[in-house]
């Protein structure tokens, strides 16, 4: 009796069949994801951001020209009332399946993303993320800085220089002398300035010793002519 192998075809169909079906994540609608940005992050870039201040929010990789319809909710521990809806708004994708928001901005806090669009299974996608400004806000500057701008720095700008302290020693061991200091006086007998830039002298460069020994002999020399001739006379 022959046995027929048309029962054996049909079963091989079918495990090629199984074998060559697509996976069904693989089908139109939930292929996309979408991220949270920082707003200064580039839309290029596919990563997630829970911590932000100014964001957007980013899609990639969804059917092209889908319609999506998002909203964001208050989430716990910060919220008051969890599940409170405070932004929402729609998007329509471009040809690639991407799109982005403008920049959103939100209290601090702790916030939920719900993201719905045409064609999708199941639950929508969503992210959860913080909200914290405070972290960028401008530090002050530390107490004890001076005008110099740097702590520790008295008036003149110099480290450790106090009001009213004397400025500290060069180098060189004199202490330098402070920026308003007033110029030397000027002596009363010096002459005018020659054109060389030295002072002209205004008498005779002699030394004092030297004239006063020249007068004195030449009173002593006088003397004797006038003892001389007195004695002359008598004769």
């Not at 200091?181 to 010793?209: I, N, Y």
């Amino acid at each position: 009796m022959r046995t027929s192998a048309f029962p054996g075809v049909l079963v091989a169909a079918a495990a090629c069949s199984l074998v060559l079906a697509p996976p069904a994540s693989a089908t139109g609608g939930d292929n996309g994801t979408v991220k949270i940005h920082d707003a200064s992050t580039g839309e290029e870039l596919r990563k997630n951001e829970p911590h932000v201040c100014t964001f957007y929010l980013d899609a990639f990789g969804f059917d092209g020209g889908q319609q999506v319809d998002w909203h964001i909710e208050a989430w716990a521990p910060s919220a008051g009332v969890k599940g409170e809806t405070v932004k929402s708004g729609s998007l329509a994708l471009d040809g690639s399946g991407h799109a982005r928001t403008g920049e959103l901005s939100l209290p601090d806090g702790h916030y939920k993303l719900f993201w719905n669009f045409d064609g999708e299974n199941g639950r929508a996608k969503h992210k959860v993320f913080w909200t914290d400004c405070e972290d960028e806000q401008p530090q002050e500057p530390e107490p004890g800085g001076g005008p110099g701008g740097k702590p520790g720095e008295g008036p003149g700008g110099k480290p450790g220089q106090k009001p009213g302290e004397e400025p500290a020693a060069e180098p060189g061991g004199r202490p330098s002398a402070p920026a308003d200091a007033a110029p030397a006086a000027t002596s009363p007998s010096a002459g005018p300035a020659s054109p060389d830039g030295d002072l002209a002298e205004t008498g005779s460069g002699a030394p004092v010793g030297i004239l006063a020994g020249v007068a004195a002999a030449l009173v002593a020399g006088g003397g004797y002519l006038v003892a001389r001739l007195g004695r002359a006379g008598k004769r």
